[in-house]
């Protein structure tokens, strides 16, 4: 299931028509039909007779699908072969066999899915799942070159690993969250197409010796729900990550960082190249003034412990000094304060930002580590927008939204 933090509202209503063939993943293809439901999206189900090999109609039917097909032929839907047709939505095909992917790259249509697909008129999504040594075979591979050409017709690449099989290869059917996001991506605007997005997420973690760190419980939930709301919105995103585990979707780059410094350095070097920065992270303001090369043992002392610590750079306030005229700089403030909005307008205008977003950490299910956020949004401007508690998803929806009104 997808997690609470990347709940987004802006699919809803929206409809996504899932074909499904003959592939032991089916199985994987019901958590996106249940997902799609979850999220109230509208889906409906085409089964090739071969997929009805593996589960039957009324298992996606019981999964909250509408519509499921399984024939042209039928009395009840004579036009069955030409669903969803003009319908500007997306089409997943998920897993896609060998097979398929052999027939919609020459354009035959002798089974429901083919059919439907070549009467379609919106984004079709192919998600392959196949043994290796399909997946690998120059047939397969020249077939999959011919539906890259095509504007129309993405590729899912499928992951590396053990299959059902035994076999260990490319060919399983690519991770739950990438699918699902790609399904959300196609249908979502692109009005961030053009932009060059640089976020930071998560903690940093500053060593003492080699097993221990100051840090914080930054999860890295809001910076990679951001990243994934402007990737989808059509942005090119690059992260800047502090230690977590975060996913986030293969098209997002990612470089991994440890301590502040790095994380300040890596964002200087990116910062000219991008259009938009949006610092998420809860970089810690101070390091443990020397870093033991060895393991500090507790022997060496009966007092307890005092360490010394220093400034780390402000990184925000570093690419706020470094702003050229286009460029679009976004921040938090992480406030425990009643007068949160206040302390926030400070930081604002310190750092030469254009929009702050300002979070009181001691409400209830919100904030660091949470799947909500209850956030103020703070423009250059003094516009002040008080957004009630939500997902994280829509926080950041919300952010982009606004950055365009900056
Ligand atoms: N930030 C940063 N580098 C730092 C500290 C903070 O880039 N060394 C960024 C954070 O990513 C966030 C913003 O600055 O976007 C504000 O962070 P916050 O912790 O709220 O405030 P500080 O500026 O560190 O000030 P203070 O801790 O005194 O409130």
Redo the contacts with the bound molecule.
């Keep these: 299931m997808i997690p609470g933090y990347l709940n987004y509202s802006h699919p809803r209503g929206q409809s996504v028509h899932v074909g499904i063939c003959g592939s032991i993943a089916v199985y994987k293809a019901l958590d996106l039909i249940r997902d799609f439901v979850h999220t109230e999206m509208r889906v409906s189900v085409s089964l090739t007779e071969s997929a009805t090999q593996f589960i039957t109609p009324l298992t996606v039917k019981g999964l909250g699908a509408e519509l499921v097909y399984t024939t042209m032929f039928s009395l009840k839907d004579v036009y069955a072969h030409l669903y969803p047709g003009i319908d500007p939505q997306v089409f997943l095909i998920a897993p896609a066999t060998a097979n398929m992917i052999a027939k919609l790259a020459n354009g035959l249509a002798d089974d429901i899915i083919s059919c439907q697909a070549l009467a379609f008129n919106g984004t079709i999504l192919v998600a392959p799942a196949m043994n290796p040594r399909m997946w690998h075979n120059p047939i397969t591979q020249e077939n999959v070159s011919r539906l890259h050409r095509h504007s129309n017709i993405e590729i899912i690449y499928p992951d590396t690993g053990d299959v059902a099989c035994g076999d260990s290869g490319t060919g399983r059917l690519a991770f739950h969250n990438e699918i699902y996001f790609r399904v959300l991506k196609s249908i979502a605007p692109k009005d961030m197409k053009g932009e060059r997005v640089l976020i930071?997420l998560g903690p940093?973690r500053e060593f003492w010796d080699p097993v221990r760190f100051w840090s914080n419980p930054s999860s890295g939930k809001m910076g990679a729900a951001l990243a994934l709301s402007a990737w989808m919105r059509g942005a090119d995103v690059t992260c800047v990550c502090g230690p977590s585990d975060i996913w986030l979707p293969c098209e997002i780059k990612k470089i991994n960082v440890i301590s502040?410094r790095e994380?300040?350095q890596a964002?200087i070097d990116l910062w000219k190249d991008f259009s938009l920065g949006?610092?998420?992270?809860?970089?810690?303001?101070f390091r443990p003034k020397e870093k033991m090369a060895h393991k500090f043992k507790k022997q060496t002392t009966n007092k307890g412990l005092v360490i010394e610590f220093s400034q780390?750079?402000?990184?925000?306030?570093?690419?706020g000094q470094r702003k050229g005229k286009d460029q679009i700089l976004?921040?938090?403030?992480?406030?425990s304060q009643e007068d949160f909005i206040e302390?926030?307008k400070v930081?604002l205008d310190?750092?030469n930002l254009d929009l702050?977003?300002a979070n009181k950490i001691n409400v209830p299910h919100s904030g660091f580590n949470s799947d909500q956020n209850e956030v103020v949004l703070v423009s250059r401007k003094g516009e002040v927008i008080r957004l009630q508690k939500m997902s994280k998803a829509d926080v950041s929806w919300k952010i982009w939204d606004q950055i365009f009104k900056v």
């Design positions: 930071t940093t502040a994380m300040y964002c949006c610092l998420s992270a809860a970089v810690c303001d780390n750079p402000d990184i925000l306030q570093l690419l976004i921040g938090f403030a992480a406030e302390l926030a930081k310190k750092k702050i977003v």
